[in-house]
């Protein structure tokens, strides 16, 4: 009974991630079952697997099961900019996912393909960029905090992927943002994103997709920089700041700030109109004056 408990506490935190249970790789390699002590005990792994699902829902399977298989799709799509590796040289864990998944890695790599192709079709983003639960939408861009970025649609990750390959990884950008009007990613810089209630632009890199270029602009010593509202709308459902956020926006809302939204997008706008509603934000909270 201790044996199938231990099996089980190793088996519940692997499958979820990898949709499988350990594979059996024989006796010369168990590269995925190192963490597990219990690599002798072969015939007990399907019981546990059993076990577990027992107490979870076929639904929760069926989203662990699409959420691996896009991140595999993502991975595949994106290596094509680089030397895409053959079946043989894919890590064995990485491996037995993609069989798994997908049957053959013949037939991931086609997918991916696809996906990355429909990456310059522009109705096509524009479609899933308006299908994403996650992220701020405006009418020509889907704006997306980047601690949520794995959780919207998989096309829009690699679409932003392809923008990180001219770009690099611009380090200290923490929004993105995903045109749906033209083939262009924009990399924001908000510093004080976590602090500040209404935070201000400090830089932003843009790279156009259609024209292969990267461009930089520095907002850092602008008296009136672009700031932003309703930080919730940017973050995926279950980050821990949302409910505090929420309630900053719901005060703002009833205070009247943003009746007239064409005024506020800017620093200048955005303390004339708390002054003009005697108002002022301390922390996450609107203070009367």
């Known amino acids: 009974m201790s044996s199938m408990k231990s099996i089980r506490t190793c ?3 692997f499958c ?20 597990c002590p219990l690599r002798k005990h072969w015939v007990a792994w399907g019981r546990a697997e059993h076990l577990i699902r027992q107490v979870t829902s076929d639904n929760y399977w069926e989203q ?15 290596s094509r900019f680089g030397r895409r590796p053959s079946f043989s040289q894919l890590d064995r864990s990485l491996a037995a996912d993609v069989r798994t998944l997908f049957g053959a890695y013949r037939e991931a790599c086609l997918e991916a393909d696809r ?8 109705a096509k983003l524009y479609v899933s960029a308006r299908s994403s639960k996650i992220g701020k939408q405006t009418p020509s861009a889907l704006y997306v905090h980047q601690s949520a970025m794995a959780k919207i649609p ?8 392809c923008a990180r390959v001219l770009a690099g990884t611009v380090e200290r950008s923490n929004m993105i943002k995903l045109s749906v009007a033209e ?18 632009l400090q830089s932003a890199i843009t790279v156009n997709l259609r ?30 700041n949302r409910t505090r ?23 200048k706008g955005w303390m004339e109109t708390l002054e003009a509603a005697h108002v002022t934000v301390q922390g996450h909270r609107l203070v009367r004056r």
Do not use: W
Not at 183 to 200: E, K
Not at 212 to 239: A, C, M, Q
Not at 249 to 255: D, I, N, Q, Y
């Open 11 to 13: 088996l519940f935190p």
């Open 16 to 35: 979820p991630s990898c949709k499988r249970t350990p594979a059996r790789l024989g006796k010369s390699n168990y590269s995925e079952t190192n963490f």
């Open 64 to 78: 662990v099961s699409a959420r691996r298989r896009a991140e595999l799709l993502i991975y595949v799509a994106l």
């Open 115 to 122: 996906l990355l192709l429909a990456c310059g079709d522009q």
């Open 154 to 161: 998989p096309m829009l990750q690699v679409y932003e992927g």
């Open 183 to 200: 083939p262009q990613v924009s990399y924001l810089s908000y510093p004080d994103f976590d602090r500040n209630p209404h935070p201000t």
């Open 211 to 240: 024209n292969l270029t990267v461009d930089f602009r520095d907002y850092s010593t602008s008296e009136n920089p672009p700031l932003l509202h309703r930080k919730e709308e940017f973050l995926g459902p279950d980050d821990p």
């Open 245 to 267: 956020y929420e309630r900053l926006t719901r005060a703002e809302m009833k205070a009247g700030l943003y009746d007239h939204p064409e005024r506020i997008g800017t620093l």
